[in-house]
């Protein structure tokens, strides 16, 4: 089992930038694909960006390519999420998840932890 806390959210201007980090504890995660997913009120869970274990693939959500960068540092346990040119519309909770026993692809699939969620408002 894995705990995962999610940081960094906030409030920002559109055109704005946040970085959100996840810290794993209970387990290493340097074996695991990470992904990070969002959830906006009224709407359903939806996929943003994921890596795999050794974070050199990676795949996003059309809406945000170019714009969000994910990364990991498995030194740390830690998972990033760079966000760039912010929109109103990327306003949601964001949460990481690890794939350690569904197999955390690349496409979205197989996640099975996942934290808390960190807040973030962006405003027009």
């Known amino acids: 089992q894995v705990h995962l806390v999610e940081s960094g959210g906030g409030l920002v201007q559109a055109g704005g930038s946040l970085r959100l980090s996840c810290a794993a504890s209970?387990?290493?995660?340097?074996?695991?694909?990470m992904g990070w997913f969002r959830r906006a009120p009224g709407k359903e869970r939806e996929f943003v960006a994921a890596?795999?274990?050794?974070?050199?693939?990676?795949h996003y959500v059309d809406s945000v390519e170019g714009r969000f960068t994910i990364s990991r540092d498995n030194a740390k346990n830690t998972v990033y999420l760079k966000m760039n040119s912010l929109k109103p519309g990327d306003g949601a909770v964001y949460y990481c998840?690890?794939?350690?026993?569904?197999?955390?692809?690349?496409?979205?699939?197989?996640?099975?932890?996942w934290g808390q969620g960190t807040q973030v408002t962006v405003s027009s």
């Open positions: 998840e690890a794939g350690l026993g569904g197999g955390g692809r690349l496409n979205g699939g197989g996640y099975d932890y």
């Open positions: 209970g387990r290493t995660i340097s074996s695991y694909g």
């Open positions: 890596i795999n274990w050794s974070g050199d693939s990676t």
